[in-house]
């Protein structure tokens, strides 16, 4: 009872968006249509980047305002062309597409027409032919607008002009922030010169980096189903609310589907708790013979208004699974859950942060390979494809908020907090169905020394908690123990270090002993599980030396082993998990340390291992061995791994 107590609780809190963001999916009641592929595309040139308003450029077909070029979508649009004030763009860019919307859409005024941008960076405005549907804010996570009021005002045309406009400008009140910087001195720089400065370590990749898309529901429709599970002995619990729009009058039926497709539980309520006997839990990759394991919520909803009828079907997976943190320990179905991942970034040769699936499919199956049972989403919200294959897959999530290079004081001000405060509202919204996410990270390494940072933190996390309660909360420092202002608030530390790189670079000897006094200390301040959620060193593949030097195989490995040594010791204390720096190379601002990027990765940009990735997919299978059940054909593979190594 006390469980079912706490579920509802949950649920009070509620999100405070007022609709919801259900993943777009085809349904007898629903259809999607994807709009990937090539669009006519504009970058402003003007002086001031404001000439396609001041020339409507939404109003007609932009071919017919200036030149166009072809641009993919998904993709970034930086690295397609050879142009290199493209790749360096700031200011607005535009997009068009046509595209034939079935007539039937129209015609039947049953139809609720959908147009969703999975995500473009970093500010929207979207028109269809020509009227302005909507504008979004931030640069990772979806906006929607309905647009079949505005097709029907016409309904001889079935063709329908898409026009998105997107600037990449940063402020100090966006997320990331940045700042403009104009260089008015012209006996140094050219008339208009001006420069972006961020604080982060990654290439500000611009442009529609995730699927544009067409769907529909009917009138009636739900809207938005939340879910929250727990167990008891072998009796599952999930606690559902589901909410529906365009009718009060409905008839509904929920019900859950095991993965064999049958019927396990039913209700005709709109919230309420399942009951599910002999529960199949969702665990962890490597936790568990049998990871991921996902029900469906199918949701049925019929309705009735004086004219009309509505169905609505709506499936959503669902993974029973709790999360717990105790003061030394991170608990996963109240088992100890150990996290041996990586950090990522959406990031490839040629198409920057575009989404693409033969690359998402590439890196599951690296991670899978390594060993891996978890990343950190840094810097930001990734698509929501990549969290459906982590939950399908096993593969734990610490999902963050694009609250990254926090280091002016401006950025601390009212403006950036309920920005800040609204993206959380964006992601949880998004996210919370997600079983494989598991933590919400608020920011990466913000200037939390700063007198404002305790305040700021404090309500981002209180907020997060409210938004939901089931859920830990963190955020990622770099700071030391004493001069963090975040700290006291969140549930599990993350720390960020680079001994022997950043610190004492090229003194491999201080490692042990510094990353040991980090761990004593944060411990003994707030007797916290404690992640080490960034760790690593450059190499540039194929660099060599013995002895070891700084951006070589050799030393990139050294400084594993070293950390990886004290991670053994604290592991059995309080340390509750381990994300290298980074899965992969790459992109960053051009500066003096970096060499074409950033060259942390274990594996290229390209996907190959370097000498690294040996060291880690050893450690990690061990790890696996030791802490986790592994699947029956990874025991085959594992004795064929032991034997190639000598511990
Ligand atoms: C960090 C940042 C990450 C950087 C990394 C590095 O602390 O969180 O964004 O890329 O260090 O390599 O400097």
């Known amino acids: 009872m006390f469980r079912v107590l706490c579920l509802f609780a949950a649920f009070k809190a509620g999100i405070l968006l007022d609709s919801g963001m259900l993943f777009p999916q085809e349904s007898s009641s629903r259809e999607v249509k994807e709009l990937n592929g090539l669009w006519a595309f504009r970058a402003d040139r003007s002086p001031t980047r404001n000439q396609g308003f001041q020339r409507a450029w939404y109003k007609s077909r932009l071919a017919e305002t200036g030149p166009v ?67 979004h804010e931030g640069g990772h996570l979806p906006f929607e607008a309905d647009i079949d009021g505005l097709l029907r005002e016409d309904p001889t045309t079935t063709t329908c002009r898409i026009t998105i406009a997107v600037n990449n400008t940063l402020d100090l009140h966006t997320l990331p922030p940045g700042s403009i910087q104009y260089m008015k001195d012209r006996t140094m720089y050219p008339e208009g010169f001006f420069v972006q400065n961020t604080n982060f370590d990654f290439f500000n990749y611009a442009g529609i980096h995730r699927s544009v898309l067409l769907y529909t529901t009917p009138k009636a429709y739900v809207d938005d189903i939340t879910v929250v599970t727990d ?49 199949k839990l969702w665990w962890p990759y490597l936790m568990h013979e049998n990871p991921g394991y996902l029900y469906s919520l199918e949701v049925r909803l019929n309705a009735a208004d004086g004219t009309s009828t509505y169905e609505d079907v709506y499936s959503l997976p669902v993974g029973i699974r709790t999360v717990k943190v105790t003061k030394n320990q991170f608990l996963i179905n109240n088992k100890p859950f150990y996290f041996h991942g990586v950090n990522k970034h959406e990031d490839s040769d040629i198409r920057g942060k575009g989404f693409d699936w033969p690359l998402v499919v590439k890196d599951f199956n690296l991670m899978k390979w ?41 950025s601390f001000e009212n403006a950036s907090l309920t920005h800040h405060l609204e993206v959380m509202d964006e992601l949880v919204r998004r996210d919370k169905n997600h079983p494989s996410v598991v933590m919400w990270s608020v920011a990466n390494e913000p200037a939390a020394e700063m007198p404002p940072a305790g305040f700021y933190f404090q309500m981002l996390i209180k907020h997060t908690k409210v938004l939901d309660p089931t859920r830990p909360v963190t955020f990622i420092t770099d700071s030391n123990y004493a001069r963090d202002k975040g700290a006291p608030y969140v549930d599990v530390i993350c720390v960020n270090s680079y001994f022997s790189w950043y610190h004492d670079p090229g003194h491999l000897e201080v490692i042990q002993i510094q990353l040991n006094t980090q761990f004593e200390n944060w411990y003994g301040k707030y007797q916290k599980p404690i992640i080490q959620s960034e760790y690593g060193a450059d190499a540039a593949p194929g660099f060599h030396s013995d002895p070891p030097v700084m951006f070589t195989e050799e030393y990139q490995k050294l400084v594993l082993r070293d950390y990886h040594s004290v991670f053994d010791q604290k592991r059995k204390l309080y340390v509750v998990g381990e994300l290298i720096w980074n899965f992969a190379d790459f992109m960053t601002t051009q500066g003096v340390t970096r060499m074409v990027g950033n060259k942390k990765g ?23 061995n030791e802490t986790g059940r592994l699947p029956l054909w990874t025991n085959i593979l594992e004795n064929q791994l032991l034997k190639s190594f000598s511990f």
């Not at 919200?381 to 280091?407: F, N, T």
């Not at 274990?602 to 696996?624: C, D, M, V």
């Open 69 to 135: 070029i072809d641009i993919p979508v998904p993709s970034s649009y930086n690295d397609v062309t050879q142009d290199p004030n493209l790749r360096d763009f700031i200011g607005w860019v535009w997009y068009e597409r046509e595209v034939v919307v079935p007539a039937r859409w129209i015609s039947d005024g049953k139809t609720r027409v959908v147009l969703r941008v999975e995500s473009a960076h970093y500010y929207s405005i979207v028109w269809v032919n020509g009227v302005k549907v909507t504008e």
């Open 231 to 279: 167990f008891l002995d072998s009796t599952g619990l999930v606690r559902y609310n589901v909410s529906i729009q365009g009718a009060t009058l409905v008839t509904l039926k929920v019900t859950l589907i095991d993965k064999d497709g049958h019927c396990v539980v039913s209700s005709n309520d709109t919230s309420g708790v399942l009951k599910v006997v002999d529960v």
């Open 370 to 410: 390594l060993g891996a049972n978890s990343f950190r989403t840094s810097h930001y919200p990734y698509a929501e494809e990549i969290l459906q294959m982590c939950d399908r897959h096993g593969i734990v999530v610490i999902d963050e908020s694009p609250g990254v290079g926090i280091k002016d004081i401006r």
């Open 602 to 624: 274990i594996f290229t940009r390209q996907r190959q291992p370097k000498e690294a990735a040996f060291i880690l997919k050893e450690r990690y299978w061990r790890l696996a």
